[in-house]
């Protein structure tokens, strides 16, 4: 989880991981989107591969690229479980919401 958390913290490697879900694409028509060297490029897609986000293949002369998103689940499965309020976040909202209603019924009763 970590390799694909490093690798999709970096902007441009987001942006070629956006590009690749239409499907593969070749190395030189990924460089053609980015304003940064060919080389610099390579280094973003070599990351890429390390995390197994990225496979590529040699088709003829051109190196195919394409997404696969399968190691991407166990960092989507923890930034959910982290953006989930714990246990007792609910039993707070629970006992804030009965105070509120206490606090209602006391003075509807003083105003009946």
């Not at 902007?11 to 593969?24: C, H, Q, Y």
């Not at 088709?59 to 399968?70: C, S, V």
């Not at 209603?101 to 003075?107: L, N």
């Amino acid at each position: 989880m970590d390799l694909v958390a490093a690798a999709v913290a970096d902007p441009v490697r987001r942006s070629i991981l956006t590009l690749l879900r239409s499907g593969p694409v070749p190395a030189g028509e990924i460089a053609a989107h980015f304003p940064i060297s060919r080389p610099a490029i390579s280094r973003h897609l070599r990351v890429l591969r390390e995390s197994g986000l990225v496979r590529d293949t040699l088709t003829g002369r051109k190196r195919l690229y394409e997404l696969d998103p399968a190691p991407i689940a166990p960092l989507v499965e923890w930034l959910t479980e982290l953006g989930r309020p714990d246990g007792w976040e609910h039993r707070f909202d629970a006992l804030e919401t009965e105070v509120y209603r206490t606090r209602r019924f006391k003075r509807e009763e003083r105003s009946a």
